[in-house]
């Protein structure tokens, strides 16, 4: 799984406080040992961006990849220096999860990932 997903995913279990589902805290047992091979195209980065929840990418790059980016980005990325995207484009696009979980903040609830998918699927109590 890559890290862009995992800024793309919540929980939805019914016991989940609204407002407290986001972000996943992410607890990775693996990594893939080898880097995904995506190109840098920084124009695919400068729209994609806007739509990411920037402090959950700063946070994630921060404790997992051991990577500063700033607090905050410009109003127009079109500003943002190449060196502050491609360290973006290496966290989110070239790291990979093999194994892990990510846990709700609100409720505890744990999703699992195998084999570099998450496994978001609810009993159906919890649905």
Known sequence: MRLLVH???QCHARSCPLGQNFPLRLQVTQWSD???DDEYDRA???RLLPRLDWPTVVAVARE???VELPETL???LDDTEDVVLEQAHSVLMQRD???GEMVCPGCG????????????LLN???I
């Not at 990932?113 to 978001?120: A, E, L, R, S």
């Open 44 to 46: 695919r980065l400068v």
């Open 64 to 66: 997992h990849c051991k």
């Open 124 to 126: 159906e109590d919890e």
């Open 7 to 9: 800024n793309l995913l």
């Open 34 to 36: 080898s880097p995904i």
């Open 74 to 76: 410009s109003e127009s």
């Open 97 to 99: 999860v093999v194994a």
């Open 109 to 120: 609830h744990i999703y699992p990932i195998v084999d570099g998918i998450p496994n978001m």
